[in-house]
């Protein structure tokens, strides 16, 4: 391969495992590990980004002494990943791997006393219950369910196994008609056949089933006989269940309609089942939006939720609410914290509540005294993001992550001490051989101003080594909305391509751009509404305008702009709105023509117009007669204005945004007689995956080389640095 001066080509590497397989000595299966990748010119790339481990699945012991959690490893090459289980004291140390195979443990838990350590494991064929010493070893397999488990809680006296699994819900073609036993289309005859990408043929039921310590016994569907979901799809799971303290009650997450009733309405409720009387109550009757994620007190006098007050409205603000079991007097008590409630903890008194919400794009701790009129404190600060809450000792452990670094455990003190925030130490440090090799540019907040001066939150990234001295092209990464924004709270290493991006000699910026996130408020939120393609394009324009004007080192003749989906959209349309401000723009999975894209969306959040017309009918009488129309503006009628220099790209399998909206907006181009790129991408669907995510990478960073820093080498190469 040629040898090009683009920072990128410096970032060559020797992959030695990048979460590599070997045989386990288990009929052959392979074993993704950790990787020992070996990365020179500290760049990051994506074959370190999915060598990394991803950590998940904290759980602190019953005596509060040690932190068993897991580990994901990830195979490029496999399309792959395995799941590890570590055990570590509360303090960090004694961190020790205690499993070494290739059957996926999962969803750890401390059980029987904190002597048994239960998981899920696929190694019998499906997703079954087993247990373990905390050392790892003593593995038994507990539960034999016809099914795969998806989720479990034991109940609080340990007796008692709460569980998730699928049941069948939907006759298939072959159900309907017997004597076509080989039929495999689908017969649609109601909304919600379909989540995403998959068929709805089931739905996740709770079950309970005694537990006498060696496996399972009479296991009752709470469910039984009802065609809803609990937890609901296409994300809910055990965090949607609840046991109370006794072990008598199992408080769960449904929303009880079927199709069009489902399909367009939001209004969940929390239910509680008597396993005694097998009597179910509806505690949020009253409400019609959300309601999720029930947890008890300890003390077992209240319980407490996530709530969102309106129907169908599924960006609303999502409130923690808490219910006097014995009064049943609610209260919405985190009113204080303007924003939402994104998870929660009870403390051990009952007296307060820890939860993680965002604010000014960083998702912090914070804690509500109950005692005190619901004073809400915040405990944690700084650029970053917290996540996944447990109690140990006087501290809470959490996980936290920040645009330079993916998730490592964390124990941070239960209380400020005085003005200062609270201390923080890091228990984990599961990527540090990788974070050791990286060079990391800086993130920097500012707060820019819209068109008619409204504040907005702007991420600012800078390359490694910056030197305020030079000139550095500026790329905005985008995703508008309208119903929410990820560009607020994407702390974390895999940051759509920004932190990359940026290291390869760019400016990259981040917008929380009006019509975006309800979190800044109603106004905020609905500015989008009747302007759909067009509504981020001028504020995006406006503050990169500033950011030169402020900061002599930003070249606002080589100005890009790239996104996905909703970002693919608006990239296009800000390079053909503006075509002598942004240079060059990459747009992937576009939906370029929100006609075809999804009606019911276009409608919410662009309106529909109502038209009325007077008609005099045959019998000379007058009528009034009502037409809806909802139009889109869309990316192909800009096509014309085009100067900048486009790259397109879609997955030909996308079932989100069809790839009819970029060949649509290709054939435009085509008749204005542009000159453009596009790629498709094979098999792939709304998100690209594997070596087609890494191909798209390169060609993303190929193409602003070229048109922003000069740099035509990457053009002549035939081999891309791509792992095999």
């Known amino acids: 391969m040629k040898q090009v001066n683009l920072l990128l080509m410096s970032a060559a590497m020797t992959l030695a495992a990048c979460g590599g397989t070997k045989d386990a000595?288990?009929?052959?299966?392979?074993?993704?590990?950790?990787?020992?990748?070996?990365?020179?010119?500290?760049?990051?790339?994506?074959?370190?980004?999915?060598?990394?481990?991803?950590?998940?699945?904290?759980?602190?012991?019953?005596?509060?002494?040690?932190?068993?959690?897991?580990?994901?490893?990830?195979?490029?090459?496999?399309?792959?990943?395995?799941?590890?289980?570590?055990?570590?004291?509360?303090?960090?140390?004694?961190?020790?791997?205690?499993?070494?195979?290739?059957?996926?443990?999962?969803?750890?838990?401390?059980?029987?006393?904190?002597?048994?350590?239960?998981?899920?494991?696929?190694?019998?064929?499906?997703?079954?219950?087993?247990?373990?010493?905390?050392?790892?070893?003593?593995?038994?397999?507990?539960?034999?369910?016809?099914?795969?488990?998806?989720?479990?809680?034991?109940?609080?006296?340990?007796?008692?196994?709460?569980?998730?699994?699928?049941?069948?819900?939907?006759?298939?073609?072959?159900?309907?008609?017997?004597?076509?036993?080989?039929?495999?289309?689908?017969?649609?005859?109601?909304?919600?056949?379909?989540?995403?990408?998959?068929?709805?043929?089931?739905?996740?039921?709770?079950?309970?089933?005694?537990?006498?310590?060696?496996?399972?016994?009479?296991?009752?569907?709470?469910?039984?006989?009802e065609p809803y979901e609990s937890p609901m799809r296409p994300w809910g799971g055990i965090e949607q269940l609840a046991w109370s303290p006794a072990g008598d009650k199992v408080a769960y997450t449904c929303r009880k309609k079927t199709g069009l009733a489902y399909a367009i309405s939001t209004n969940s409720d929390i239910y509680i089942y008597d396993l005694a009387t097998k009597k179910t109550d509806n505690i949020t009757e009253e409400n019609k939006?959300?309601?999720?994620?029930?947890?008890y007190s300890p003390d077992g006098k209240y319980i407490a939720w996530q709530s969102m007050e309106r129907d169908g409205y599924e960006a609303d603000l999502n409130r923690l609410f808490i219910m006097n079991l014995e009064t049943g007097e609610k209260r919405f008590v985190s009113k204080?914290?303007?924003?939402?409630?994104?998870?929660?903890?009870?403390?051990?008194?009952?007296?307060?509540?820890?939860?993680?919400?965002?604010?000014?794009?960083?998702?912090?701790?914070?804690?509500?005294?109950?005692?005190?009129?619901?004073?809400?404190?915040?405990?944690?600060?700084?650029?970053?993001?917290?996540?996944?809450?447990?109690?140990?000792?006087?501290?809470?452990?959490?996980?936290?992550?920040?645009?330079?670094?993916g998730d490592e455990i964390y124990a941070v003190s239960a209380t400020r001490n005085g003005d200062a925030f609270a201390e923080a130490k890091q228990l984990t440090f599961e990527n540090k051989q990788i974070y050791d090799q990286l060079e990391m540019g800086k993130v920097e907040a500012r707060w820019m101003k819209t068109t008619d001066g409204k504040q907005m939150l702007t991420w600012v990234i800078y390359p490694p080594q910056f030197d305020p001295n030079k000139k550095y092209p500026i790329i905005s990464s985008v995703y508008p909305g309208?119903?929410?924004?990820?560009?607020?709270?994407?702390?974390?290493?895999?940051?759509?391509?920004?932190?990359?991006?940026?290291?390869?000699?760019?400016?990259?910026?981040?917008?929380?751009?009006?019509?975006?996130?309800?979190?800044?408020?109603?106004?905020?939120?609905?500015?989008?509404?009747?302007?759909?393609?067009?509504?981020?394009?001028?504020?995006?324009?406006?503050?990169?305008?500033q950011l030169a004007d402020r900061y002599a080192y930003i070249d606002?003749?080589?100005?890009?702009?790239?996104?996905?989906?909703?970002?693919?959209?608006?990239?296009?349309?800000?390079?053909?709105?503006?075509?002598?401000?942004?240079?060059?723009?990459?747009?992937?999975?576009?939906?370029?023509?929100?006609?075809?894209?999804?009606?019911?969306?276009?409608?919410?959040?662009?309106?529909?117009?109502?038209?009325?017309?007077?008609?005099?009918?045959?019998?000379?009488?007058?009528?009034?007669?009502?037409?809806?129309?909802?139009?889109v503006p869309t990316n192909m009628e800009l096509a014309k204005r085009l100067k900048g220099h486009l790259l397109l790209v879609t997955g030909d399998m996308d079932k989100n945004v069809h790839p009819a909206n970029t060949l649509r907006m290709v054939d435009a181009l085509i008749k204005a007689k542009k000159n453009f790129e596009m790629i498709v991408l094979p098999g792939n669907g709304h998100g690209f995956g594997g070596k087609a995510d890494a191909f798209f990478e390169r060609k993303l960073w190929y193409h602003f080389a070229k048109y922003l820093l000069g740099d035509e080498s990457t053009m002549e190469d035939v081999e891309l640095q791509i792992e095999n």
């Open 25 to 225: 000595g288990q009929a052959g299966v392979p074993l993704i590990e950790r990787s020992d990748i070996q990365i020179e010119g500290k760049r990051m790339t994506p074959e370190a980004l999915w060598a990394m481990g991803r950590i998940g699945g904290v759980a602190v012991s019953p005596d509060e002494k040690q932190i068993a959690y897991t580990v994901a490893y990830y195979s490029v090459p496999e399309n792959k990943s395995n799941r590890e289980v570590f055990v570590m004291n509360t303090d960090g140390t004694g961190n020790k791997q205690i499993t070494h195979t290739p059957w996926q443990e999962n969803e750890v838990n401390w059980i029987k006393g904190g002597t048994k350590l239960a998981f899920l494991s696929n190694e019998g064929g499906s997703s079954q219950l087993w247990e373990m010493n905390p050392d790892g070893s003593g593995r038994k397999q507990l539960t034999q369910y016809d099914g795969d488990i998806e989720g479990y809680s034991f109940s609080p006296d340990g007796k008692k196994l709460l569980f998730i699994a699928q049941v069948k819900t939907k006759q298939s073609t072959a159900d309907k008609y017997p004597d076509l036993p080989k039929a495999t289309g689908i017969i649609v005859t109601d909304l919600m056949y379909k989540h995403w990408d998959e068929w709805v043929t089931g739905a996740p039921h709770p079950f309970v089933a005694d537990f006498d310590g060696n496996g399972i016994s009479n296991i009752k569907d709470i469910l039984e006989g």
């Open 289 to 295: 939006g959300y309601d999720t994620n029930p947890q």
């Open 336 to 405: 204080e914290f303007e924003s939402n409630v994104d998870g929660f903890l009870w403390n051990r008194d009952s007296k307060s509540i820890y939860f993680i919400g965002v604010w000014h794009g960083e998702t912090q701790i914070y804690n509500i005294d109950l005692a005190a009129n619901d004073k809400v404190t915040q405990l944690t600060d700084g650029m970053y993001d917290y996540a996944s809450l447990a109690l140990a000792g006087d501290k809470v452990i959490a996980l936290r992550h920040s645009m330079s670094m």
């Open 482 to 545: 309208p119903f929410f924004e990820y560009v607020n709270t994407s702390f974390r290493v895999d940051d759509s391509y920004n932190m990359r991006l940026a290291q390869l000699g760019f400016i990259v910026v981040s917008m929380g751009h009006r019509g975006g996130s309800p979190m800044r408020g109603k106004f905020y939120h609905r500015y989008g509404y009747g302007k759909l393609r067009d509504y981020p394009l001028a504020d995006d324009k406006y503050a990169i305008e």
């Open 556 to 631: 606002l003749s080589k100005v890009g702009i790239f996104g996905h989906s909703g970002g693919g959209f608006m990239s296009t349309a800000a390079l053909c709105t503006y075509p002598d401000f942004y240079t060059a723009a990459v747009s992937s999975a576009g939906n370029h023509d929100n006609n075809i894209f999804n009606r019911g969306w276009s409608e919410i959040y662009h309106g529909v117009k109502e038209a009325v017309k007077t008609v005099k009918g045959k019998d000379g009488q007058d009528s009034t007669v009502y037409t809806y129309s909802c139009k």
